[in-house]
């Protein structure tokens, strides 16, 4: 079975200040891995990708992960914090069966942006 | 256009009535699915319909039936629900094929409140 380990329930940073978010996985066969941010009241959007290919993968509002087979991680970054990069990120990975997707979600962390 | 749309944005009933939720896509995704996710939790999958069949049904109590009318619309129909029921209920679809179809996409949810 898949899972998503996500270190940190909570991350404070200033505006302006590098955002890390950390996601690891565990899987038995090559990973599809997502990142999704939930703003406050709202659903989830998807923030980037990573499937095949490039494992350096560039998502909107300026956020990128790097997949990392080795360390089995798939961090989040982002070089300069806006405020309105406050929300709830979930890593998450996806396993294919029963003719359809399921995603496994990491338990999600909350980004604070101090002004 | 990535969008999932989902009917109402709240809705709050009783534990006698009978209401539903709809969700609608026109991605010409063959998957959908219903997600329910309670604060500062990451969703739980309840069902997964692929081509117009339900295809998993992750132990969900039968007060929640899913409908899949056609391949564009899904709807949860809710009856005789209890106050732990009160959460976000979130839709979502994906394509049925490989590579980056993997992808997940979700509305912006029904909040639920049952007094």
């Known amino acids: 079975a898949q899972s998503v380990t996500q270190l940190g329930s909570h991350v404070s940073v200033s505006e302006g200040a590098l955002v890390l978010l950390r996601c690891n996985y565990s899987s038995s066969v090559p990973p599809y891995l997502f990142w999704y941010v939930q703003y406050p009241n709202q659903g989830l959007q998807l923030l980037l990708k990573?499937?095949?290919?490039?494992?350096l993968v560039k998502g909107i509002n300026g956020f990128e992960a790097e997949f990392k087979k080795s360390e089995t991680s798939f961090h989040l970054t982002k070089p300069s914090a806006h405020m309105s990069d406050a929300a709830e990120y979930f890593c998450a990975v996806i396993d294919s069966g029963a003719g359809s997707y399921q995603l496994t979600f990491g338990k999600g962390t909350k980004l604070s942006v101090i002004p | 256009d990535t969008e999932v749309t989902q009917t109402p944005k709240h809705l709050v009933m009783g534990m006698t009535n009978k209401k539903s939720l709809k969700c609608e896509q026109h991605m010409g995704h063959r998957a959908m699915y219903w997600y329910k996710q309670k604060a500062k939790k990451p969703p739980e999958l309840m069902f997964v319909?692929?081509?117009?069949?339900?295809?998993i049904n992750e132990s969900v109590p039968s007060r929640f039936s899913p409908e899949c009318p056609n391949s564009s619309l899904l709807n949860l129909h809710l009856h005789a629900l209890q106050p732990e029921d009160s959460a976000l209920y979130l839709c979502?679809?994906?394509?049925?094929?490989?590579?980056?179809?993997?992808?997940?996409?979700f509305g912006e949810g029904s909040w639920l409140t049952v007094v």
């Open positions: 990573y499937t095949t290919g490039a494992t």
């Open positions: 979502a679809s994906s394509q049925l094929t490989g590579g980056s179809g993997n992808t997940i996409y």
């Open positions: 319909y692929s081509y117009e069949k339900l295809s």
